[in-house]
């Protein structure tokens, strides 16, 4: 188990954008660049979704409907990972998480959440 943490969430106005942040600084680089990444989203009452995902490929894909207004990135020197969010809307209310899952194992770590509000 990986320990990640993610940052950046908030309290936004619809139309408004955020990114979110997500660090797993306990890895080394050449460790890191083996993970694939993706966040997911869960909101109130609803089952955790995917949002995004970038594989160490650099492939990337989309849940239902985000392509237009969301997009991932990845900083391996950092070992970093980063959500960038535009044009917010109230249904994109939820508690986001980072995902890491390794290429060669599939072992699979998750961070705590961090909780995106967007206001009407």
């Known amino acids: 188990q990986v320990q990640l943490v993610e940052s950046g969430g908030g309290l936004v106005q619809a139309g408004g954008s955020l990114t979110l942040s997500c660090t797993a600084a306990?890895?080394?680089?050449?460790?890191?660049?083996?993970?694939?990444v993706a966040w997911y989203r869960q909101a109130p009452g609803k089952q955790r979704e995917l949002v995004t995902s970038?594989?160490?490929?650099?492939?990337?894909r989309y849940g239902d409907s985000l392509r237009d207004r969301f997009s991932p990135s990845r900083n391996d020197l950092k070992k970093m990972v980063y959500l960038h969010m535009n044009g917010l809307k109230p249904e994109d209310t939820a508690v986001y998480y980072c995902?890491?899952?390794?290429?060669?194992?599939?072992?699979?770590?998750w961070g705590q959440g961090t909780q995106v509000t967007v206001s009407s």
């Open positions: 306990s890895l080394s680089i050449s460790r890191f660049s083996r993970f694939d």
């Open positions: 970038l594989s160490r490929r650099g492939i990337v």
């Open positions: 995902n890491l899952r390794d290429s060669t194992t599939s072992d699979e770590s």
